[in-house]
T-cell receptor
Framework: QKEVEQNSGPLSVPEGAIASLNCTYSDRGSQSFFWYRQYSGKSPELIMSIYSNGDKEDGRFTAQLNKASQYVSLLIRDSQPSDSATYLCAVIWTGNQFYFGTGTSLTVIP | ETGVTQTPRHLVMGMTNKKSLKCEQHLGHNAMYWYKQSAKKPLELMFVYNFKEQTENNSVPSRFSPECPNSSHLFLHLHTLQPEDSALYLC??????????FGQGTRLTVV
């Protein structure tokens, strides 16, 4: 059974703090990893993709990948109330089949 | 304008009705997907089409019938649904780049 696991939260951080979101996956052969943001009542929006071990930074967002530990994380620096949403981790097992975790609910408190 | 457009945005249907969901992508992608999103459950992959050919059917009940007439259009035909089929149905597209982009979804309620 291939799985993508996330802590459902809710995770609460004060405005300006760093939010850390974590994801583990079961298939060691996975090659592509994504973070999506989903606001309540809206569809998922791609915010980061990462394919190789290490860190990838894009503005206030940093994705971290450790394939040996089967672990991918998302750091949000200087968190803003507008970052309050559910963050979905997605993994491609083979070909182009995307599988998603249940998501982590993040609340940024002003 | 979003690159992936879904219609209708909201749909209420009875268990004996037949309806269809439509998805259109303007991104030049080769792959299209249907996902189901229910409360407190992960996004469930239902169907995958690559170059109009169905390459994945994740044990979806036959009351859901997909159709992909070309690489830009995807339909989900619905008939004799159950109340537990009420959910947000999301269309996405990707390829050749691996990133997938979603439409706004159809909120389906089966009464």
């Amino acid at each position: 059974q291939k799985e993508v696991e996330q802590n459902s939260g809710p995770l609460s951080v004060p405005e300006g703090a760093i939010a850390s979101l974590n994801c583990t996956y079961s298939d060691r052969g996975s090659q592509s990893f994504f973070w999506y943001r989903q606001y309540s009542g809206k569809s998922p929006e791609l915010i980061m993709s990462i394919y190789s071990n290490g860190d990838k930074e894009d503005g206030r967002f940093t994705a971290q990948l450790n394939k040996a530990s089967q672990y991918v994380s998302l750091l949000i620096r200087d968190s803003q109330p507008s970052d309050s949403a559910t963050y979905l981790c997605a993994v491609i097992w083979t070909g182009n089949q995307f599988y998603f975790g249940t998501g982590t609910s993040l609340t940024v408190i002003p | 304008e979003t690159g992936v457009t879904q219609t209708p945005r909201h749909l209420v249907m009875g268990m004996t009705n037949k309806k269809s969901l439509k998805c259109e992508q303007h991104l030049g992608h080769n792959a299209m997907y249907w996902y189901k999103q229910s409360a407190k459950k992960p996004l469930e992959l239902m169907f995958v089409y690559n170059f109009k050919e169905q390459t994945e059917n994740n044990s979806v009940p036959s009351r859901f019938s997909p159709e992909c007439p070309n690489s830009s259009h995807l339909f989900l035909h619905l008939h004799t649904l159950q109340p537990e089929d009420s959910a947000l149905y999301l269309c996405a597209s990707s390829q050749p780049a691996p990133e997938a982009f979603f439409g706004q979804g159809t909120r389906l309620t089966v009464v």
